[in-house]
């Protein structure tokens, strides 16, 4: 199967930056979409990004397009969030998500989720 576990969370400022790690392992070619989704208290879950192997296409929430940068380095079977200028709003659980099919803002096409990592923007 394939274990994803997320790192980089924390409590930070609004107009902070943060960048979330995800290392994936297990059998590489059934996730070869890998992303982020999150969830707010109260609020349900949220599509954030995700990118393909290559990481050469990628697709982003309007929320955060411009402000997040998603990555990859496939030899360390590692994806990262890199969040700048941080909202309160950003507060969520984040969660790192794997799979091999559409490449979509869809959690179903996702079979692979991590625990999650707590981000926390004071205002």
């Known amino acids: 199967q394939v274990q994803l576990v997320e790192s980089g969370g924390g409590l930070v400022q609004a107009g902070d930056s943060l960048r979330l790690s995800c290392a994936a392992s297990?059998?590489?070619?059934?996730?070869?979409?890998m992303g982020w989704f999150r969830q707010a208290p109260g609020r349900e879950r949220e599509f954030v990004a995700v990118?393909?192997?290559?990481?050469?296409?990628?697709v982003y929430a309007a929320s955060v397009k411009g402000r997040f940068t998603i990555s990859r380095d496939n030899a360390k079977n590692t994806v990262y969030l890199q969040m700048n200028t941080l909202k309160a709003e950003d507060t969520a659980v984040y969660y790192c998500?794997?799979?091999?099919?559409?490449?979509?803002?869809?959690?179903?096409?996702?079979?692979?989720w991590g625990q999650g990592t707590q981000v926390t923007v004071s205002s």
């Open positions: 990118l393909n192997w290559s990481g050469a296409n990628t």
């Open positions: 998500v794997a799979g091999a099919g559409a490449l979509v803002a869809l959690a179903h096409e996702y079979p692979y």
């Open positions: 297990g059998r590489t070619f059934t996730y070869s979409n």
